[in-house]
Each structure stands twice: as structure tokens, then as C-alpha cells.
């Protein structure tokens, strides 16, 4: 468990998060890491990440994906359909600083807290919504999810080798990198209001953030290249060889960015010099070649010949190794938490240091609506409200 010394420099911002899935969830923690006072709507079902796994996979019926984007925030149980719901969550977005959702377009304008609705009565109010492609246009009432996106924005067409089909990366970082940029504009909205004293709308999206992880290769495209993937080793389809992963004798090292003089010495194979050493279209002979000399040689053989001729490698680690990584262990990259259900939770660290300090959990994700009488008395509500509330089922 981290320190009292997070560092808590959102203390005092109140979000009111409409999220679910991974994109939403996502942006809320970094927010609550940093001190802001989440708390999470949820319908007395439960968000839908509370009882799914991609894998299958629990800990005693609790779900990992619960647990990777949920910490550090407060859990409120309400049956927004109900008048008297609307009425609470009013209550709510009057004084907060932020509302988050990552509802399908218009839904919360259906229930009356569109961003209008919600500038008419707190117009200092930050409004950020989350979606697959954007609040409007053509795709708007499409179903917007990680590997669906990677698709349409040609980030799985730029993938794998020339013999490969289109390949999909091996991680939802397109949901996770949407949260980044959600997360990016509520500060920046937030230090503007500052200055200005007035809130605004701030909208992310899946395929906005697909196409700004591939910032580099189209911009490449939008000014003329028309690269293709190459046949040999794994190379990207805008960087000369050798780029990519290559098979040794006994397993993969992957190779970065390596002049034709370095690849000449360490394969002791000076056809490396010549013209087409240092020319784009000629990398899949420069690949070809790199691919037959690693294969005569061990993993940790070449690891050695690398290391001492202070080439641009790594090797190529599953998960396992990454968690027994030196560097990983010693950026302090995991945490973990003792869940009454589940017992111990190994989970992700805040990604950045604050005065050499990552944040990590001072609260565990909650139970269901464990925060809801806690959060109405804040409010005002009298005990004999809330508890009226509760057998009338707007709140749980």
C-alpha cells in the first residue's frame, strides 16, 4: 500500500463520473490519484466492469477489470430513471467542478443533464464526454470499442509482417490512451476556468486517440508516403531497416535504429556498407540479411555482442519477465490491496512521479454504492431522508 505522501494536488475538485467500460474509468483514476474527489454513479446493477473479465478470469467472484480503474474513488448507487434520482444528482453537479460520462451519445441529455442543462445552473461546470467516435457525425451511433477502432484507423492494417494479416496490438491502448487524452483535457479545461472563471465542454474519443498514436506514420501518409509492411522481420512501414523483432537461435531480440557501419561490425558482414545499406527501399534485403545472421547465434550471445558494441536493442519479454524486470521494479510500476472478497490485488501504478512520487492506492475500489448515504448527508439530506430514499429504490 503507498504512503500518506501521494501527492494530492486536485484536492478540493469534486467529479461526478457517469463511466463504465475501461476508457472512462480509466480517466477518473488518474484524476482520483491525484486527490479529486470521485464519485461514481452507478445503476443498483452495478457498472458493467463490476462483473466482467475479458479472460474469465475472478479472484473469489471479483473482477480484475474492476479493480485496474476504479481505486481511490467513492461509489454511489442510483436509479437515474426515478425523478427523485434526477433530483440528487442535480444536487450533486451544483457545486461539482467536473461531470465525466462515457455514455452513448444523448443519453444523458435524454435524462436532462445534457452539457446546456447542466451550464444553465453551474456554468462554471467542466463536461467531459468520453465516446467511441465523437458527440455527432456519420459513425455516431456505431459501437465503439478498442479493437473495432484499430481496425478503422489503420492501426491494424500498419501491423505485422508483408505475409501477416492486418494484425491488432496486443493491448486495448486505444481505450487507454482515450483516458489519457479525457483525463489531459479536464486539466486543461480546469487551469482555464481558473483564469476565466467559466467551464467548458471537453470531448474524447476512440478514434481521435487511434489516430494520434499513429501521429508519426501519418503524417508521413498525409504528406505522400505510401509505405508497405516489409517481408522480412517486423518491421514498421515508415523506418528503414532494421527496425523490428528477429528470431536468434533459441528465441527474439528486437533491433532498433543501427547505422550500416554498426551492423557491418557486429555481424562481421561488410555488404552492409554498400549503397543499399542506407537506403529505404532496400530494407527488406537489409532485414533478410539481419534475419539469417541472428540466427546462428544464441539470445544471450547476441545479448553480449550488442551490449559491448552499444547497439539499440531489448529483449523481447511476456509478461512474466516484464514483472521481473530490474527497471519496472525499481520505477515502483505495481501496487497492491487487500479486497475483503478477493483477498490481495496486484494492480498498475499511476503512470508519473510527483516529486519522486507515484501515487498509489489510498482507498480500494468500493462496493456498490458503499459511499451513497455517506454522499447524500454531504449534501443535506436528513437520516430519515436518505433512509426513505433507500426502501423507495432511488438509491441502493
Request: net charge negative; with cysteine.
Amino acid at each position: 500500500m503507498a504512503s500518506s505522501e501521494n501527492p494530492r494536488m486536485l484536492d478540493g475538485i469534486r467529479v461526478v463520473s457517469f463511466t463504465h467500460f475501461l476508457q472512462g474509468p480509466s480517466a477518473t483514476q488518474l484524476l482520483a490519484d491525484l486527490g479529486a474527489d470521485v464519485i461514481k454513479i452507478e445503476p443498483h446493477s452495478g457498472a458493467f466492469e463490476r462483473s466482467w473479465s475479458a479472460p474469465d478470469r475472478f479472484l473469489n467472484g471479483y473482477s480484475p477489470f474492476f479493480a485496474l480503474g476504479n481505486r481511490n474513488i467513492r461509489s454511489m448507487a442510483l436509479d437515474l430513471k426515478h425523478p427523485d434520482a434526477r433530483g440528487i444528482v442535480r444536487d450533486l453537479l451544483a457545486d461539482a467542478d467536473v461531470l465525466i460520462e462515457s455514455f452513448r451519445p444523448g443519453t444523458l441529455d435524454r435524462l436532462g443533464f445534457g452539457y446546456d442543462e447542466v451550464a444553465s445552473f453551474n456554468p462554471g461546470i467542466v463536461y467531459a464526454s468520453l465516446s467511441g467516435y465523437g458527440s455527432d457525425g456519420p459513425y455516431v451511433d456505431r459501437p465503439g470499442q478498442d479493437v473495432l477502432i484499430q481496425a478503422l484507423s489503420g492501426l491494424a492494417a500498419a501491423t505485422g509482417g508483408a505475409d501477416a494479416p492486418p494484425t491488432p496490438v496486443g493491448a486495448s491502448i486505444v481505450d487507454q490512451h482515450a483516458g489519457v487524452l479525457g483525463a489531459f483535457g479536464i486539466l486543461a479545461a480546469l487551469h482555464g476556468r481558473a483564469r476565466t472563471g467559466r467551464g467548458t465542454r471537453v470531448e474524447s474519443n476512440l478514434l481521435n486517440a487511434a489516430l494520434d498514436l499513429q501521429i508519426e506514420p501519418l503524417t508521413y501518409a498525409l504528406n505522400g508516403l505510401t509505405g508497405e509492411r516489409s517481408s522480412a522481420g517486423v518491421s514498421s512501414i515508415y523506418y528503414t531497416a532494421p527496425y523490428g523483432v528477429f528470431r536468434t537461435a533459441d528465441g527474439h531480440l528486437c533491433i532498433s535504429l543501427t547505422s550500416a557501419k554498426l551492423l557491418a561490425t557486429v555481424f562481421e558482414d561488410d555488404d552492409f556498407l554498400t549503397d543499399r545499406g542506407a537506403a529505404y527501399e532496400a530494407r527488406d534485403d537489409i532485414n533478410t540479411r539481419v534475419a539469417e545472421h541472428m540466427l546462428t547465434r544464441s539470445t544471450a550471445d547476441w545479448t553480449e555482442r550488442f551490449t559491448a558494441a552499444r547497439m539499440w536493442f531489448a529483449p523481447v519479454n511476456g509478461y512474466a519477465d516484464v514483472m521481473a524486470d530490474p527497471q519496472v521494479t525499481h520505477n515502483e510500476s505495481f501496487d497492491e490491496f487487500d479486497d475483503p472478497a478477493a483477498g490481495a490485488v496486484r494492480v498498475l501504478r499511476h503512470p508519473v512521479r510527483y516529486g519522486g512520487v507515484r501515487p498509489g492506492v489510498r482507498t480500494i475500489p468500493p462496493a456498490l454504492g458503499a459511499h451513497t448515504r455517506e454522499i447524500l448527508a454531504e449534501l443535506g439530506y436528513s437520516a430519515e431522508a436518505i433512509e426513505g430514499h433507500f426502501e423507495q429504490g432511488v438509491a441502493s
